[in-house]
T-cell receptor, first 114, second 114 residues
């Protein structure tokens, strides 16, 4: 089955700096890569996703890049703000699989220091 | 439109006690899931229901049972709670129309087994 590794497990940045979280996956058939954000004590929520026919996707201050050859994808947050402090989970799923086969990384706790 | 509603939010059990976690969604979704979240372990799938009338095991099903009561409701039962089941439990749902779907999570249940 799919294996998703996420790094780093914790990340501290100064407000205004950029943050990058990286994930690698094992199944070359994976074609959908969502990112979920979980604020302290809250539920995970989808913030951005990317499909394998796209190399990069942006949404305001967040972006995700995908390198299918190397089997890794990354979340980029620019101009970080205190409200970006949360745990971020990457995930991957092979095309045509059931949505229950979504495999999550172990999470990255991002702290933005004012 | 409440989304995914879970009850209870907190629960303390003694080893050997039983309990049922309730989950309901009002988005007319076909698929529902139960995940557990442990520190440093990410989100792990316990059971899922791809559609009304079906249930199946996920990655960590031992010690749990589920019931898809109807299209809206999906419950998780611990028959004989063990300290290893201390965790945060999340119910989730998705449309169930494809493999690359957004998951909608409930607010979670923090369970402690003493």
């Amino acid at each position: 089955g799919e294996n998703v590794e996420q790094h780093p497990s914790t990340l501290s940045v100064q407000e205004g700096d950029s943050a990058v979280i990286k994930c690698t996956y094992s199944d070359s058939a994976s074609n959908y890569f969502p990112w979920y954000k979980q604020e302290l004590g809250k539920r995970p929520q989808l913030i951005i996703d990317i499909r394998s026919n796209v190399g990069e996707k942006k949404d305001q201050r967040i972006a995700v890049t995908l390198n299918k050859t190397a089997k890794h994808f990354s979340l980029h947050i620019t101009e970080t703000q205190p409200e970006d402090s949360a745990v971020y989970f990457c995930a991957a799923i092979p095309s045509g699989a059931g949505s229950y086969q979504l495999t999550f990384g172990k999470g990255t706790k991002l702290s933005v220091i004012p | 439109n409440a989304g995914v509603t879970q009850t209870p939010k907190f629960q303390v059990l003694k080893t050997g006690q039983s309990m049922t976690l309730q989950c309901a969604q009002d988005m007319n979704h076909n698929s529902m899931y139960w995940y557990r979240q442990d520190p440093g372990m990410g989100l792990r799938l316990i059971y899922y229901s791809a559609s009304e009338g079906t249930t199946d095991k996920g990655e960590v099903p031992n010690g749990y049972n589920v019931s898809r009561l109807n299209k809206r409701e999906f419950s998780l039962r611990l028959e004989s709670a063990a300290p290893s089941q201390t965790s945060v439990y999340f119910c989730a749902s998705s449309e169930g129309q494809g493999w690359d779907e957004k998951l909608f999570f409930g607010s979670g249940t923090q369970l402690s087994v003493l």
